[in-house]
C-alpha cells in the first residue's frame, strides 16, 4: 500500500522556521500533485501550500512569502520549509500526494499529521 510518512514538526518559537518532509512509499505508478494542508484546533482543514510535478506552486494568503514547497521527485518527497513562524501557524500538518497506483484510478493519500507549534 502507500505510505505518507511526516517529520519535521516541532516546537518552535515565533519567528523560528522548521522544515517538513514527507516520503511516499509503495507501489506507485506515478505521483501528480503533492502538498501540505495543515488544521488548527476548532478549524477545517485547509490547503497550505501545493506543488504538482514541474515548478508550479500554489500558496495560502497567510502563508505566502514564509513558506516554500518543493519537491524530491527522485524520493518521491515533499518538502515544505516554513520561516518567521507565527503562533497562528499552529496547526497538525498533513502531507497529501494524489498518486495513480497500477490498475488504480488517480486519488489523494494522505500523512498521519505532524503538529506544528509555534509558542513562545
Known amino acids: 500500500q502507500v505510505q505518507l510518512v511526516e517529520s519535521g514538526g516541532g516546537l518552535v518559537q515565533p519567528g523560528g522556521s522548521l522544515r517538513l518532509s514527507c516520503v511516499a512509499s509503495g507501489t506507485i505508478f506515478s505521483i501528480n500533485a503533492m502538498g501540505w494542508y495543515r488544521q488548527a484546533p476548532g478549524k477545517q482543514r485547509e490547503l497550505v501550500a501545493s506543488?504538482?510535478?514541474?515548478?508550479?506552486?500554489n500558496y495560502a494568503d497567510s502563508v505566502k512569502g514564509r513558506f516554500t514547497i518543493s519537491r524530491d521527485n527522485a524520493k518521491n518527497t515533499v518538502y515544505l520549509q516554513m520561516n518567521d513562524l507565527k503562533p497562528e501557524d499552529t496547526a497538525v500538518y498533513y502531507c497529501?500526494?494524489?498518486?495513480?497506483?497500477?490498475?488504480?484510478?488517480?486519488?489523494?493519500?494522505w500523512g498521519q499529521g505532524t503538529q506544528v507549534t509555534v509558542s513562545s
Open positions: 506543488m504538482p510535478t514541474g515548478d508550479n506552486t
Open positions: 497529501y500526494a494524489k498518486i495513480k497506483r497500477p490498475v488504480f484510478a488517480l486519488r489523494d493519500y
